[in-house]
């Protein structure tokens, strides 16, 4: 008899657990394949701080492709552009192989919305995927060897802030020409956060010469040009958008059920309803008995509960209910070894902030690259 398939989308933050147990679940008989344009997975929480020059891309990467094959199982480095959930295959964009599942779980994550970005140009990046964090430092380190560079960071959100804090560390860290950073944000900075946070947030980027333009929406980016609602325009050498994020887009150019945010629908079990086969975690799930943030916390708690359905999938066992779980921490990393620091109403900023976030980040990163040994 065939043996039942597990074929894996994305691997990561939220099949971490999974891609940790592969061994176990070929030694029960299985096939396992994972799927995923990069050899590594970047822990997304360090990405600014690789961007600072705080931590090197080796610090906070996970070598998917080492540790699934060296768990007897099957990588496969390429792009899942759609599922066929009548003939339970995916299929590929660099390859016209489809790869049939019996159980199939996605974690293809989210990406930043391009609308804004007219003329496509090698300045430009985006806040996610992480990689891109690491290709934007080697070019202002490049640049700025002979002069003063504009760097303009688009949104006024979380990964907005920590681009502009580490911008301005890199800059001063490794003794370049200052770069002249700018935030372009159509609302306040942090809006829908406590008023502390974006206090805290301001008054760090402000001291260390950051620009907060709030109130002007970015219409377009055009050949280094950025073109606001009320007319102006603004040339920058470097621009990075970090206007939110949006799930994969696979499940809805596949006809599958989504959520409003185009999300991968899913029910407690974190189980598409219309095909019991399709599992899924992290930013491309729209959970739908209680919509969730997009933040890598959600994905982690997501992990051992989905790692459990997977197998009751194949093994045909009960499945478990995922539970959200109350209020989160969450400390961002705002360059200058600062942080701001919240849960519940504790909110403080400062040296202290930036301690505890690298404390845990570390030791996150480092429980799972030791599967890689
Ligand atoms: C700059 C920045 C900093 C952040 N900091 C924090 C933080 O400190 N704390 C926090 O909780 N959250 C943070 N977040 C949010 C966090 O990144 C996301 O919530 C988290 O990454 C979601 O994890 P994920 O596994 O769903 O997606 P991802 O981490 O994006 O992983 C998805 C994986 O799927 C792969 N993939 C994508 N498309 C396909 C495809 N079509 N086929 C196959 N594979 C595919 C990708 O290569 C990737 O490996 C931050 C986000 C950004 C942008």
Redesign the pocket.
């Known amino acids: 008899m065939a043996k039942r398939r597990l074929v894996l ?7 971490m657990v999974t891609l940790a147990n592969i061994r176990t679940i070929v030694d029960k008989g299985y096939d396992v394949t994972v ?4 050899t ?9 701080g690789m961007l600072g020059g705080t931590y090197h891309p080796d610090d906070i990467r996970f070598a ?1 492709r080492k540790v699934v094959e060296s768990q007897g199982g099957t990588f496969v480095k ?4 759609s599922i066929d959930p009548e003939k339970q295959v995916v299929r ?2 660099n390859s016209d192989e489809e790869v049939g599942y019996d159980v199939l779980s996605c ?6 919305p391009r609308d804004i970005i007219h003329a496509d140009s090698p300045e430009i990046f985006t ?4 990689e891109s ?1 690491f290709r934007a430092q080697e070019k202002i380190l490049s640049l700025s060897k002979e002069r003063a560079l504009n760097i303009a960071i688009i949104g006024g959100g ?2 907005s802030i ?2 502009a804090g580490n911008v301005q560390q890199l800059g001063q860290r490794q003794a370049l020409h200052q770069p002249h950073i700018s935030i372009y944000t159509g609302r306040e900075i942090m809006v829908g956060k406590p008023a502390k946070i974006r206090k805290l947030a301001l008054a760090s980027l402000t001291k260390r010469g950051v620009k907060v333009l709030e109130g002007n929406y970015v219409k377009n980016i055009d050949q280094g040009i950025i073109h606001l609602e009320d007319g102006t325009s603004h040339p920058a050498d470097i621009i990075f958008p ?1 206007v939110g ?1 949006r799930p ?1 887009p ?1 499940f809805a150019d596949s006809g599958l059920a989504t959520g409003p945010d185009g999300g991968l629908l899913v029910n407690r079990f974190l189980q598409c309803p219309a095909y019991p086969n399709i599992f899924g ?5 729209y959970f739908e008995p209680d919509p969730l ?8 708690r997501q992990n051992p509960v989905l790692y459990h359905n997977l197998m009751a999938g194949l093994e045909g066992e009960d499945l478990e209910a995922f539970q959200p779980g109350g209020s ?1 921490l ?4 705002l360059g200058n070894d600062e942080g701001v620091f919240c849960k519940w109403s504790v909110i403080f900023g400062g040296k202290l902030a930036f301690k505890i ?1 690298d404390y845990i ?1 570390r030791k996150f990163i480092e429980k799972f690259q030791t599967i890689e040994k």
């Open positions: 989308i994305g691997g990561g933050h939220a099949h799927i995923q344009p990069s590594h997975h970047y822990y997304s929480g360090m990405g600014p998917t390429d792009k899942v552009v590929l964009d974690n293809a994550g989210s990406s930043v806040a996610k995927p992480i964090l979380p990964s920590e681009i970090a994020v994969s696979i975690g992290g930013d491309c799930i943030d997009k933040v890598g916390v959600y994905a982690v989160y969450l400390i961002y990393n976030k980040d």
